[in-house]
């Protein structure tokens, strides 16, 4: 198992909910981790003591989250890992996203995973995989998210819409982006692009 994983791809694709899952099946420690243990729910009220989730706080005196990750989120991951062991068997923090770190956050996680503590996975959800620093990059294991075929995008949104002809239209604006299909389900929104393309 790698102490450091990058899950790359497309914003929307589903990084943080297969990050959030396989953090959770990694913690039950099973000898294997089958396709059908990630598509499960991960319960979020249950198990956030169990990871720590790093990501861009919000500014309640701007009322705007802020512009980066900053090295104090960088350090309190630290105090994190340095917890004892006896209640979980693994640590593990999820940074969401690595690319909305800055240059101080940066270097202060490229320590980590230089020396990363015993029994930790440190994993970085990316957006934007060649924005981030060649040193960190070289430190982890990286795992490709791809966009959604045309029937893979069909199958999926057939659980939610149950019209062919909205199906592949929500399957062509979607561009395989599962999270962006989801919210062209809405009556509403679709009957706004279906007003842009008549229009067209």
Known sequence: MPQSIIFSG???????????????????????????DL?????????????????????????????AISIDQIRKMKEF?????????????????????????????LKLLEEPPNKSIIILISHNYYSLKSTIISRCQKITLRPLNENEMGKFLSKEVNNQEEINLISSLSEGIPSLALSLTNEKTLNTYKRLIDLV
């Not at 899952?21 to 099973?30: R, V």
């Not at 989730?53 to 512009?67: G, L, M, P, V």
């Open 10 to 36: 497309p914003k929307g694709i589903g990084k943080s909910k297969l990050a959030l899952t396989f953090s959770e099946q990694l913690m039950q420690d099973k000898k294997s981790i089958t396709s059908h």
């Open 39 to 67: 598509l499960s729910n991960f319960d979020t009220i249950s198990n956030s003591k169990k990871v720590y989730i790093c990501k861009r706080e919000f500014d309640q005196a701007t009322n705007k989250y802020k512009s």
């Open 81 to 109: 890992f340095s917890l004892s062991q006896t209640e979980y068997n693994w640590r593990i923090a999820i940074i969401d996203a690595a690319d909305e770190m800055n240059e101080s956050s940066s270097n202060a996680i």
